[in-house]
């Protein structure tokens, strides 16, 4: 069995500073990671996944994740925040013998402040 | 475009009656899903289907139905029996397992409220 721990419900932090959204997994065999991104009432949109190969991974709008093997996790990071960044967001993980499924964290909602 | 179609993004209904929710993909995925959301508790599932004809319980199926007649199409009913149904409702889907690796894409939601 997987399963995906998001250790903080919520993150306040103020425009222009720096974030990192944690995200810890548990699987004894190879993942794939996934960060969504869930804005007021609306669905979930994919932010960035890691699949293989280099562990940094990037989204178009400044977001990184490092997959960290031997910590279990896929921390989501970004260096300067702006009030648009304001949402919900999702860490997911899924393997090759889960067939399509994926499971999800309890969700991390970041507030920034202006 | 192709997406995740659900309808009504609102959605109110009186206790004691079932409702029906509507998701429908254009992305030709055979894998759907359908998820609750409540505040706190982030994604648990309800249901979901790998295939046409064919659909498998989920973490909390007690209090809904569903069916997959057609592999665009995988509506939600909420009866009666889900004492307390209001909540936000996201449907997914997803490629084939060994395609895509299992990104899942999703629609707007329904939020349902009892009334």
């Known amino acids: 069995a997987q399963s995906v721990t998001q250790l903080d419900s919520q993150v306040p932090v103020f425009e222009e500073a720096p974030v990192e959204l944690r995200c810890n997994y548990s699987?004894?065999?190879?993942?794939?990671l996934f960060w969504y991104v869930q804005y007021p009432n609306q669905g979930l949109q994919l932010l960035l996944k890691?699949?293989?190969?280099?562990?940094l991974v990037e989204s178009i709008n400044g977001f990184e994740a490092e997959f960290n093997k031997s910590q279990t996790s896929f921390h989501l990071r970004k260096p300067s925040v702006h009030i648009s960044d304001t949402a919900e967001y999702f860490c997911?993980?899924?393997?090759?013998?889960?067939?399509?499924?994926?499971?999800f964290g309890g969700g991390t909602r970041l507030m920034v402040k202006p | 475009d192709g997406g995740i179609t659900q309808s009504p993004k609102y959605l109110f209904r009186k206790e004691g009656q079932n409702v029906t929710l509507s998701c429908e993909q254009n992305?030709?995925?055979?894998?759907m899903y359908w998820y609750r959301q409540d505040p706190g508790q982030g994604l648990r599932l309800i249901y979901y289907?790998?295939?046409?004809?064919?659909?498998q319980k989920g973490d909390i199926a007690e209090g809904y139905s569903v069916s997959r007649e057609k592999k665009e199409s995988f509506p939600l009913t909420v009866t009666s029996a889900q004492k307390n149904p209001t909540a936000f409702y996201l449907c997914?889907?997803?490629?084939?397992?060994?395609?895509?690796?299992?990104?899942?894409?999703f629609g707007q939601g329904t939020r349902l409220t009892v009334v």
């Open positions: 997914a889907s997803t490629l084939p397992h060994g395609q895509g690796h299992n990104e899942a894409f």
């Open positions: 699987s004894s065999v190879s993942v794939y």
């Open positions: 890691y699949l293989s190969g280099s562990t």
């Open positions: 997911a993980v899924t393997h090759n013998n889960a067939g399509n499924m994926l499971t």
């Open positions: 992305l030709n995925h055979d894998a």
């Open positions: 289907s790998q295939i046409v004809n064919d659909f």
